[in-house]
């Protein structure tokens, strides 16, 4: 790998209470390029998402073992605040979940809670991330009404705004096109590959097409085991391993 | 700061205790649950009519309440569109927040006079209490009784319909047998209110610190000893009240925690 | 044997009876008073105060003394409940200590008013020296209150989607700036919707305030004044028998006042449903 990996997970092991969900991933993420975690349901990709900016704390009776770097940074290490590594690595879920509040505060929500105050820095800020969210154009002349208002796809690119306004390393995206239509879906396809630029990106894709589509690099997990991953190409055409291959061609799903 | 309930009701236990016990302890426990004797000026601590008298008002509020209120949940869960249990709804809070001193004042006024013209004796009495407090714990009945018939699956009355059953015999049969454990929910908290309240029965039920011999009599619950006296009973006399509210209070927490347990089991 | 169909309307001749002799008697219950109450209410009536023990004047002090107890026992209660409230949801889990203060609580409100006012007397007005007052009245008022609002606040935080505290802490929040900015904001209107039946229960309260606040007519000057409730006022004119007009009148005025508060709060229950639901 030409450049050093943003993440790193080393003999990683989670638990929900006695139930293994992620059995011995080793991974390595790099940076600057579009990552899809691809498998069937109950495999483990969103709780490996969480894992990863360690909302799983909030479940109670979790567990782990091994080890995820961030930056050669343990994140689990307890020195480490949380909030910090939250806005570091960021998180859109698969379902649009914008607060009850107006669009601007939805997206300087995340600022105001880091301790920014000032109208103006906060209103450059918001203007910054609805632009790279490819919203800001829709959205400019109703900045103060309800985020409910907004349709679906609307509501899903304000989330990655909201993400994208504290400036993070990494934007993890669970399903974030579940629900929405084909013309939502190829904006937000459309706004992932601008992102790449920037951010390390993690995606969990709707189907295999989207992996296909959009992804530089793949890993196939199945309950809870990484099997295999690698470029999309070398995944998509030559998977090294049988279970691969039969995800991919439709065998299982 | 979240321990301030638990800490309340510690201090309350406490204090009450603290200055009643030592009375039951010096005249005798048996001597004073069972004496008959009320005469605080000659040192006499008997509260048994007392017991007697808030026995006879519960269990006639229970008979007057519980079957209205019953058929009143019964009315609005089954024989009214929803529209018109939505309206009733609140009207049944609002009947529940008027203070007990109205519910009183329309005893005193109505009541007593109507019991002492038709039926004789001093119109303040136990029957006055009882159809008083009845009313009282009507909202009290009526709404989770409402409550635990709403919870029943729908499947149960469709199914006994089906079966031929009439819509009554489905009520009567099927729904109240299923919902009965919250029927009797309601009829222990209702217990727990009827028990408790004091400044209606101050008003309407004689206060004659004697054991009611029939409906007629004036009496006195727990509750109105307290009451009445407490405004200028002092020293041992004091100390008596407080050993009264000792042993409501442990009727009340008694009777709340069987409803609590109870209806942790209909939860479960 | 008598049919079925018999004795289906028999049963529910019997149940429509029953509700609406029900319905009757509480109408009854309350128009009893307000008929002859609400004419002899004006404006007068209520700026003056009671003159003669009663017999005369109006209830003007009575008045300040339920704005006062009211206001005390709301001040105190009102920060515990929530407190605890978001304790229970937010910083717990389902556990045994949830579960003693759960116990607590649901105890706590089924204790007697007359029990509170013995635990006021002793405890506000003689130990901590408080006297019969404002105060002592106030502070016993927000233990009976309290069970209140910590079930209405808890429902109301209940009721906030899972959803927006993960949102919350994904963006790097705190546990107290999503309690802060996301939990209370949010649960707002069900809070005040508890606050308002503690109010209209303190407005109703008699027994524990005739022990803890004392009955003095005089206008009230300060925390450590005693003073009349409506209700209690309203009692004593019944009992003691000095004007039944004067208790009409008073009476009328607190079914009133207590009719306005909870007619408030159910709109505003109803329109919070409304707007969470749509």
């Known amino acids: 790998m030409p450049e050093k990996a943003k993440i790193v997970l080393e003999h990683f092991h989670f638990y929900y209470g006695a139930d293994m969900a992620l059995k011995d991933v080793n991974l390595q993420i790099p940076p600057r390029q579009i990552f899809a975690i691809l498998g069937p349901a109950r495999s483990g990709k969103t709780t490996l998402l969480k894992s990863l900016n360690r909302l799983t704390d909030l479940i109670f009776g979790t567990n782990h073992t091994g080890h995820i770097f961030l930056d050669h940074q343990e994140i689990y290490d307890s020195q480490i605040s949380l909030p910090e590594l939250r806005r570091r690595v960021g998180m859109v879920f698969d379902l649009p979940t914008p607060l009850p509040q107006s669009v601007f505060e939805n997206v300087a929500y995340g600022p105001r809670l880091k301790g920014i105050a000032q109208k103006r820095r906060l209103e450059e800020i918001v203007e910054k991330a609805l632009r790279a969210a490819v919203l800001w154009e829709e959205v400019k002349d109703r900045v103060s009404s309800s985020a409910l208002r907004l349709s679906g796809g609307q509501q899903q690119r304000l989330c990655i705004a909201r993400v994208l306004a504290l400036e993070p390393e990494v934007i993890m995206l669970d399903e974030p096109c579940s629900g929405l239509d084909p013309i939502s879906t190829a904006s937000i396809e459309r706004s992932l590959t601008e992102l790449k630029e920037k951010y390390t990106v993690i995606l969990v894709p709707h189907n295999i097409q989207q992996a296909s589509r959009v992804a530089d690099r793949v890993g196939f997990f199945l309950s809870g085991e990484l099997v295999e991953e690698g470029p999309v190409d070398q995944i998509f055409t030559r998977p090294k391993d049988k279970r691969t291959e039969d995800y991919i061609s439709g065998k299982f799903g | 700061m979240a321990f301030s309930s638990i800490s309340i009701l510690a201090l309350i236990a406490f204090f009450i205790f603290a200055q009643g016990v030592p009375l039951i302890w010096r005249v005798g426990p048996a001597s004073f649950l069972l004496g008959e004797r009320w005469f605080p000026s000659h040192g006499s601590f008997g509260i048994l009519p007392m017991i007697v008298g808030s026995f006879w008002v519960t269990l006639g509020a229970l008979i007057v309440g519980v079957p209205l209120g019953v058929a009143c949940a019964v009315f609005l869960c089954e024989l009214t569109p929803p529209s018109v249990s939505l309206v009733f709804r609140p009207t049944i809070q609002l009947l529940a927040a008027i203070p007990s001193v109205i519910y009183g004042f329309w005893g005193l006024i109505v009541l007593v006079p109507l019991i002492r013209n038709n039926l004789g004796g001093p119109g303040l009495s136990v029957l006055a209490g009882s159809l008083v407090l009845g009313i009282m714990i009507l909202p009290t009945i009526i709404s989770i009784s409402e409550d635990a018939l709403h919870a029943l699956p729908r499947t149960f009355k469709e199914g006994a319909l089906s079966l031929g059953a009439t819509h009554w015999q489905t009520i009567w049969r099927v729904l109240l047998p299923a919902a009965r454990s919250g029927i009797v929910a309601s009829v222990i908290l209702g217990m727990g209110r009827a028990v408790g309240e004091t400044m209606a029965m101050i008003m309407i039920l004689g206060n004659a610190a004697q054991m009611p011999r029939s409906i007629l009599d004036s009496a006195r619950t727990l509750t109105t000893n307290i009451g009445i006296e407490m405004g200028y009973a002092t020293g041992d006399h004091r100390q008596a009240l407080f050993a009264t509210g000792v042993v409501l209070f442990f009727i009340i927490m008694g009777l709340n925690t069987l409803a609590i347990v109870i209806s942790r089991r209909r939860r479960a | ?278």
């Open chain 3, 1 to 278: 044997m008598i049919s079925r169909y018999t004795s289906q309307r028999v049963g529910k001749g019997v149940v429509w009876v029953a509700a609406f002799s029900t319905l009757a008697v509480m109408i009854w219950i309350l128009l009893q008073v307000l008929v002859e109450g609400l004419p002899l209410l004006n404006l007068d009536f209520f700026m003056d105060s009671p003159r003669q023990m009663g017999r005369t004047g109006g209830i003007f002090s009575t008045i300040i003394g339920t704005l006062a107890l009211t206001a005390v026992a709301i001040v105190i209660a009102t920060p515990l409940g929530v407190g605890t409230a978001v304790y229970l949801r937010e910083y717990t889990r389902e556990s045994r200590v949830s579960r003693i203060i759960r116990f607590g609580t649901d105890c706590l409100a089924g204790v007697p008013s007359i029990i509170f006012g013995l635990f006021g007397f002793v405890f506000f007005v003689i130990l901590l020296r408080m006297g019969w007052s404002i105060l002592s009245g106030g502070l016993t008022l927000a233990a009976m209150i309290l069970p209140t609002i910590i079930c209405t606040a808890e429902e109301a935080i209940k009721a906030i989607p899972y959803s927006y505290r993960e949102v919350s802490f994904a963006l790097g929040g705190t546990r107290w700036q999503t309690v802060a900015k996301v939990i209370l904001p949010n649960a707002m209107p069900g809070i005040f919707t508890g606050v308002l039946l503690g109010v209209g229960r303190s407005v109703g309260e008699t027994a524990a305030i005739i022990l803890t606040a004392g009955s003095s007519l005089l206008i009230p000057t300060s925390l450590f004044s005693p003073t009349r409730t409506m209700s209690v006022h309203f009692y004593i004119l019944a009992r003691e028998g000095i004007s039944m007009e004067m208790a009409y009148a008073t009476g009328a005025a607190l079914i009133l006042m207590i009719l306005g508060i909870n007619t408030l709060a159910n709109w505003l229950l109803w329109r919070y449903f409304r707007k969470v639901g749509g």
